[in-house]
């Protein structure tokens, strides 16, 4: 049976499998997998202002560019997620890690997640990070 995870300040929610365990940080925190071992970073924002929301897709387009990785905003995956627009890429690094990164964000909160792993175990985690992903609430999200 998943546990249920909160946001210290009850930005977002998220269903951790028995199999991981929740290391909490001041934005959010990682959901982690022994073995393989692989982590799952979330980090949250409160929205300051409603009326001027973060534009997510060049949120994350301009992260990725900034971390060496230039991607087109058009070419983002388009997530969806219950009350919330949302965004992904992945990529390899160094030929030794898989990671995923995600863009999630409503009228209340936005929240940047990101997956990484050893490369040879990445098809191992896809289904249970998709899960974990698909998961989570947003506040404000209906």
């Known amino acids: 049976m ?3 995870i909160s946001h210290p300040d009850g ?24 073995q393989p071992p692989g982590v799952l970073h979330l980090s949250a924002e409160a929205v300051e202002d409603p009326a001027e929301l973060p534009n997510l897709s060049r949120m994350l387009a301009a992260f990725l560019t900034r971390t ?3 991607v087109a905003t058009d070419d983002l995956l388009r997530v969806p997620l219950v009350g919330a627009e949302g965004f992904s890429w992945q990529y390899i690094e160094d030929q030794k890690r898989a990671w995923r990164v995600w863009i999630f964000g409503n009228r209340t909160v936005w929240v940047f997640a990101s997956f990484n792993c050893a490369l040879e175990d990445a098809p191992v985690h896809q289904g249970s990070v998709d899960g974990l992903v698909h998961s989570l609430r947003l506040a404000g999200a209906k």
């Open 68 to 70: 060496g990785r230039p």
């Open 11 to 34: 930005l977002f929610e998220l269903s951790l499998p028995s199999d991981w365990r929740w290391v909490a940080d001041e934005t959010g925190g990682s959901a982690v997998s022994a």
């Open 2 to 4: 998943p546990d249920t």
